[in-house]
């Protein structure tokens, strides 16, 4: 009687994962600093200049986000592998121009909004949408620029969809979140104390 063995199924392994590991780690910890009252951003543009691009910015991102979780998982899922392929090439180029960048914009600008305010720390909401922005970078936004700058799966456009897709929608949970009820809903909370304290009637 002959025994069938199956032979063992080979993965490729990443030589530089645990360098890209410590970059992930860096960057986390660096980013953390600002909700440890550890680091200030003073503000460089006036503050209405720096309101109007932290607020476009954050609708770029949004727009972004939402749109490339849905489009890009359904063409790569339903369309031919070369269609799949160009999706994914097209998704790449808009996360290394749209969500790298804003992703670093958005907050950064906020934190220096935050100084008129008194800092991050004396702001609850800004604290929690900040606190929001940077689970989604280390779940979300971090891992997908360093995978698609790195490009090591050009050609399999289902490489890693399933768990691209579920943090992508997590990410999109989480803008949600930082919008709907962080600036709009605990922001105008904190509105009236704020301004009263800086002497602006309403």
């Known amino acids: 009687m002959s025994q069938t063995i199956a032979a063992p199924v080979e993965t490729e392994v990443d030589p530089a994962r645990f360098f ?7 960057i986390m910890v660096a980013t953390a600093l600002p909700m440890l ?5 003073p503000r460089v543009l006036p503050y ?17 986000t939402f749109f490339s979780n849905i489009w ?23 996360c290394l121009g749209v969500t790298a960048p804003t992703a670093v914009i ?12 008194g800092g991050l720390v004396n702001n609850p909401w800004a604290w929690d949408a900040y606190f929001a ?5 280390g779940f979300s936004v971090v891992p997908d620029v360093i995978r698609y700058a790195r490009n090591r799966n050009a050609g399999n456009p289902m490489h890693g969809m399933m768990s691209g897709g579920i943090r992508g929608m997590l990410a999109l949970v989480a803008t949600l979140y930082i919008l709907i009820y962080c600036m709009v ?10 301004l009263a304290a800086l002497g602006v009637k309403g």
């Open 20 to 26: 890209w590991y410590g970059v992930w780690a860096l």
């Open 72 to 94: 890009s998982l359904v063409i790569r899922k339903t369309q031919p592998q070369p269609v799949g392929v160009w999706a994914r090439g097209f998704l790449r180029k808009l």
């Open 185 to 194: 809903m605990k922001g105008s909370l904190f509105a009236e104390p704020m």
């Open 37 to 41: 009252d550890l680091v200030r951003v």
């Open 106 to 117: 958005v907050p950064l600008m906020g934190l220096m909004l935050m100084e008129d305010w």
């Open 48 to 64: 209405t200049a720096t309101l109007v691009i932290h607020e476009l910015m954050a609708f770029l991102y949004f727009g972004h």
């Open 133 to 137: 922005f940077w689970l989604m970078a």
